[in-house]
Nanobody
Framework: QVQLVESGGGLVQTGGSLRLSCAAS????????MAWYRQAPGKERELVAG???????RHQDSVKGRFTISRDNARNMVYLQMNSLKPEDTAVYYC??????????????????WGKGTLVTVSS
């Protein structure tokens, strides 16, 4: 089994930056694609960015140019650098990983490991 724990959330002003971290433990050798999702109040959870085991990443249009996903396989970590934050980025951010899927992340398909989330609040 794999456990994912997010950290780095908090309160930031519009235009500010945060770096989210996701630490994986357990059978980490089994993790293939990983991704960050977010769920804003009253909305469904949505994909933010995904990255496969070789480091190729893809970001949703809403965060492209502002957010960057990266991973450190040696340290079993995944990061989300968030710059130029906007109030609409306010959400609980979740880290997820797959034990078998290792292609472009376009949804929650294949994700079988989930963290409990970290809250990001962007004030206007």
């Amino acid at each position: 089994q794999v456990q994912l724990v997010e950290s780095g959330g908090g309160l930031v002003q519009t235009g500010g930056s945060l770096r989210l971290s996701c630490a994986a433990s357990g059978s980490v050798f089994s993790i293939k694609a990983m991704a960050w999702y977010r769920q804003a109040p009253g909305k469904e959870r949505e994909l933010v960015a995904g990255i496969i085991s070789n480091g190729i990443a893809r970001h949703q249009d809403s965060v492209k140019g502002r957010f960057t996903i990266s991973r450190d396989n040696a340290r079993n970590m995944v990061y989300l650098q968030m710059n130029s934050l906007k109030p609409e980025d306010t959400a609980v951010y979740y880290c997820a990983g797959s034990s078998w899927y290792d292609d472009t992340v376009e949804s929650e398909y294949g994700m079988d490991y989930w963290g409990k989330g970290t809250l990001v609040t962007v004030s206007s």
